[in-house]
């Protein structure tokens, strides 16, 4: 079973950056081929799609992210990265890192918390 570990998120104040990174928890045959997705989930709120990486390497971004956020990943390291920069307070929620189409468990997040 894989297990997916997110981390580097933190308090900020609006306008400043964080990098969150996720990881497999163990090796994954052919992890370059995965869609890879974060998502993100404020309180009270559903879980919001915020960026995808394909295996090409193209990306997706929803609108409200679109400049100032990046996705990118090390297939090496089982790893996907979500820089975040120019923070607003919306953008304050628990982030998770998954395939594309949720395939596997989702970790425990990392909170994302933006102050005004």
């Known amino acids: 079973q894989v297990q997916l570990v997110e981390s580097g998120g933190g308090l900020v104040q609006a306008g400043g950056s964080l990098r969150l990174s996720c990881t497999a928890s163990r090796t994954i045959s052919g992890f370059s081929i995965y869609t890879m997705a974060w998502y993100r989930q404020a309180p009270g709120k559903q879980r919001e799609l915020v960026a995808t990486?394909?295996?090409?390497?193209?990306?997706n971004y929803v609108d409200s992210v679109k400049g100032r956020f990046t996705i990118s990943r090390d297939n090496a390291k089982n790893t996907v990265y979500l820089q975040m920069d120019s923070l607003k307070p919306e953008d304050t929620a628990a982030y998770h890192c998954?395939?594309?189409?949720?395939?596997?468990?989702w970790g425990p997040g990392t909170q994302v918390t933006v102050s005004s």
């Open positions: 990486i394909f295996s090409s390497g193209s990306t």
């Open positions: 998954n395939t594309r189409n949720a395939a596997w468990s």
